[in-house]
T-cell receptor
Framework: DTGVSQDPRHKITKRGQNVTFRCDPI?????LYWYRQTLGQGPEFLTY????????KSRLLSDRFSAERPKGSFSTLEIQRTEQGDSAMYLC?????????????FGPGTRLTVT | SQKIEQNSEALNIQEGKTATLTCNYT??????LQWYRQDPGRGPVFLLL?????KEKRKERLKVTFDTTLKQSLFHITASQPADSATYLC??????????????FGSGTRLQVQP
């Protein structure tokens, strides 16, 4: 396994359109996270899955954002009615099961530009 | 409110010197603290984790200290090399807006090692 992968790497869309991103975590990792990062800032948490269950969601997350992990493997993040403020790098991360492994392994990110 | 602060100004040092980066936090009682490296256009890469009952952790040329009384972690790179040039992010688990499992990141400090 070569690590966390994300697709696409870049997405340009017009304001008001819907976009969907995909994340494939490291295969034996049961925890999956989505973050958003803008220039000069650290990643900002969006949502977290353990297996297929979405256990945590940022209180700051707009209801235009939705995420799924239907079979506990890959995950998708959808943004509806995109706005220019949604332009950012969207990062996916995964971590192994167990209390002793809190470190997270990040993918390369999907850069979204909303015009 | 909970906050993680890293020096937003870039740190410029000469090759061979020790780089020291600071992470301060408020209104947290973290069980552990993590450090990540991020290169431009890429996802963060996990470097080190230090637990609340550990004062110091080392890995090759990296050293992290953790003072829960001062609410501060220091990250040292000894014998620095130009290849160490990157942004270094400090992260804590949990937060008011993230929930228990997700990471809250500082904004990062950019390190530039001059040859």
């Amino acid at each position: 396994d070569t690590g966390v992968s994300q697709d696409p790497r870049h997405k340009i869309t017009k304001r008001g359109q819907n976009v969907t991103f995909r994340c494939d975590p490291i295969s034996e990792h049961n925890r999956l996270y989505w973050y958003r990062q803008t220039l000069g800032q650290g990643p900002e948490f969006l949502t977290y899955f353990q297996n297929e269950a979405q256990l945590e969601k940022s209180r700051l997350l707009s209801d235009r954002f939705s995420a799924e992990r239907p079979k506990g493997s890959f995950s998708t993040l959808e943004i509806q009615r995109t706005e220019q403020g949604d332009s950012a790098m969207y990062l996916c991360a995964s971590s192994p099961k167990g209390q002793g492994h809190p470190e997270q392994y990040f993918g390369p990110g999907t850069r979204l530009t909303v015009t | 409110s909970q906050k993680i602060e890293q020096n937003s100004e870039a740190l410029n040092i000469q090759e061979g010197k020790t780089a020291t980066l600071t992470c301060n936090y408020t209104n947290y009682s973290p069980a552990y603290l993590q450090w990540y490296r991020q290169d431009p256009g890429r996802g963060p890469v996990f470097l080190l984790l230090i637990r609340e009952n550990e004062k110091e952790k080392r890995k090759e040329r990296l050293k992290v200290t953790f003072d829960t009384t001062l609410k501060q972690s220091l990250f040292h790179i000894t014998a620095s090399q130009p290849a160490d040039s990157a942004t270094y992010l400090c992260a804590l688990e949990g937060g008011m807006d993230t929930g228990r499992r997700a990471l809250t990141f500082g904004s990062g400090t950019r390190l530039q090692v001059q040859p």
